[in-house]
């Protein structure tokens, strides 16, 4: 599945690049990437073997690709590559960056000084983190991730409804609650060890595409590794690119990749945020003859009435304004929602007149909606 390739303009495909990050991402054009996902090297500079109590060794990071002979040596890789990636990010593109105590703080200096414009840090805090053998430290039970979007003029997806819906009805919050690797999920080579000393679970990176991609959004991942990244988009209808240097790793991720199934494209559907909606004016109701002039609205105590007048506006005594304008007089406020504050009487009930809207849309031809009127015209 990995292979070379030299820049195109014609539409992304779903591929493992093989080749150093650097070279690979120059080749890749400009503004053609929704996201990017990069779990760089950490350079932990370990100075030996980490070992536990009982002297037996930990299976950590000691990797070549770790190590950098001097932090400046790692700040000139890192703003190389993230540079890279800034100039193949389409206008409203947007890149994650995650990291530990080690990397994190230098990479979002890099960030900021080459024009990424921080949206949020994350915190992915470990269920079950590797402990603290030597007692001298706190248990590093976190990890980092910075999320910028290309520069401060970018807006950035965020699936905001879909992630507060998921998180039952509250904001999702900055504080992620994962565990680490393990399981069926962790790959091992031939000899039973782990295939990957950092793969990140799955569970990270669905909550990522899910909250900053959009079907059919193309994910870059510049370290891929044995392939998460990858993993995960294609389970979600995302396309990805996935730049790795190790024959063996782009191997592992490749057989991985390829075992997975995508999902039903009805499955991976967003809440569309209202703010992308076509924007239907209290007017358009009237001129339609939803409501027709002369009709009452109330407010939702039933306590004023105002009379619908045929250029869109509402009449309460002797004012007459919007139905947003006239709402705030009322009550005494200096703004009102008119569609949530005002209600129409159907069927012996009042009910908000936002949900008139739907039949405008439904009759402006803007919504997938078919059959009759959702109402009759109010009266």
Same mark, same amino acid.
């Given at each position: 599945?990995?292979?070379?390739?030299?820049?195109? +303009?014609?539409?992304?495909? +779903?591929?493992?690049?093989?080749?150093?990050?650097?070279?690979?991402?120059?080749?890749?054009?400009?503004?053609?990437?929704?996201?990017?996902?990069?779990?760089?090297?950490?350079?932990?500079?370990?100075?030996?073997?980490?070992?536990?109590?009982n002297d037996s060794r930990v299976d950590g990071v000691d990797q070549a690709w770790?190590?950098?002979?001097?932090?400046?040596?790692?700040?000139?890789?890192?703003?190389?590559?993230?540079?890279?990636?800034?100039?193949?990010?389409?206008?409203?593109?947007?890149?994650?960056?995650?990291? +530990?105590? /080690?990397?994190?703080?230098?990479?979002?200096?890099?960030?900021q000084d080459l024009g990424f414009w921080i949206q949020n840090d994350v915190v992915?805090?470990?269920?079950?983190?590797?402990?603290?053998?030597?007692?001298?430290?706190?248990?590093?039970?976190?990890?980092?991730?910075?999320?910028?979007?290309?520069?401060?003029?970018?807006?950035?997806?965020?699936?905001?409804?879909?992630?507060?819906?998921?998180?039952?009805?509250?904001?999702?919050?900055?504080?992620?609650?994962?565990?680490?690797?393990?399981?069926?999920?962790?790959?091992?080579?031939?000899?039973?060890?782990?295939?990957?000393?950092?793969?990140?679970?799955?569970?990270?990176? /669905?909550?990522?595409?899910?909250?900053?991609?959009?079907?059919?959004?193309?994910?870059?991942?510049?370290?891929?590794?044995?392939?998460?990244?990858?993993?995960?988009?294609?389970?979600?209808?995302?396309?990805?690119?996935?730049?790795?240097?190790?024959?063996?790793?782009?191997?592992?991720?490749?057989?991985?990749?390829?075992?997975?199934?995508?999902?039903?494209?009805?499955?991976?559907?967003?809440?569309?945020?209202?703010?992308?909606?076509?924007?239907?004016?209290?007017?358009?109701?009237?001129?339609?003859?939803?409501?027709?002039?002369?009709?009452?609205?109330?407010?939702?105590?039933?306590?004023?009435?105002?009379?619908?007048?045929?250029?869109?506006?509402?009449?309460?005594?002797?004012?007459?304004?919007?139905? /947003?304008?006239?709402?705030?007089?009322?009550?005494?406020?200096?703004?009102?929602?008119?569609?949530?504050?005002?209600?129409?009487?159907?069927?012996?009930?009042?009910?908000?007149?936002?949900?008139?809207?739907?039949?405008?849309?439904?009759?402006?031809?803007?919504?997938?909606?078919?059959?009759?009127?959702?109402?009759?015209?109010?009266?």
């Amino acid at each position: 599945m990995a292979e070379r390739r030299r820049p195109t +303009s014609r539409p992304f495909e +779903s591929r493992i690049v093989l080749g150093d990050c650097l070279e690979e991402l120059g080749r890749l054009p400009d503004a053609s990437i929704d996201l990017v996902f990069a779990d760089p090297p950490y350079n932990l500079q370990l100075s030996g073997d980490l070992r536990r109590p009982n002297d037996s060794r930990v299976d950590g990071v000691d990797q070549a690709w770790d190590k950098f002979a001097s932090f400046a040596a790692y700040d000139a890789f890192s703003r190389a590559w993230l540079g890279e990636c800034r100039r193949v990010l389409k206008p409203d593109g947007a890149l994650w960056v995650i990291g +530990s105590y /080690h990397n994190i703080f230098r990479l979002g200096v890099a960030m900021q000084d080459l024009g990424f414009w921080i949206q949020n840090d994350v915190v992915w805090r470990k269920v079950n983190p590797m402990p603290n053998f030597r007692g001298k430290r706190f248990t590093n039970a976190h990890e980092t991730l910075i999320w910028a979007s290309r520069d401060q003029k970018s807006r950035p997806t965020f699936n905001y409804e879909s992630l507060k819906a998921s998180n039952d009805d509250l904001q999702m919050r900055s504080d992620w609650l994962f565990p680490i690797c393990s399981g069926p999920e962790r790959l091992k080579d031939e000899g039973g060890r782990k295939a990957h000393p950092t793969q990140k679970p799955e569970a990270l990176l /669905h909550r990522i595409l899910l909250a900053t991609t959009n079907p059919g959004d193309v994910v870059l991942d510049p370290f891929f590794g044995t392939g998460t990244t990858g993993a995960v988009a294609k389970r979600l209808g995302r396309r990805f690119v996935g730049i790795e240097r190790d024959p063996d790793y782009a191997r592992a991720a490749g057989d991985r990749i390829a075992r997975v199934t995508p999902l039903a494209p009805a499955a991976v559907e967003a809440i569309r945020p209202k703010r992308a909606e076509p924007r239907v004016p209290f007017g358009t109701i009237v001129e339609l003859g939803i409501l027709v002039p002369g009709a009452s609205l109330y407010d939702p105590r039933r306590k004023v009435e105002a009379e619908v007048k045929a250029d869109g506006t509402l009449r309460w005594r002797e004012a007459q304004a919007s139905i /947003h304008r006239l709402g705030a007089l009322v009550q005494g406020k200096s703004a009102c929602n008119g569609w949530t504050f005002w209600h129409f009487e159907a069927d012996g009930r009042l009910k908000p007149i936002d949900v008139l809207r739907e039949e405008a849309k439904r009759q402006l031809g803007l919504s997938a909606g078919a059959g009759g009127p959702i109402l009759d015209a109010a009266e």
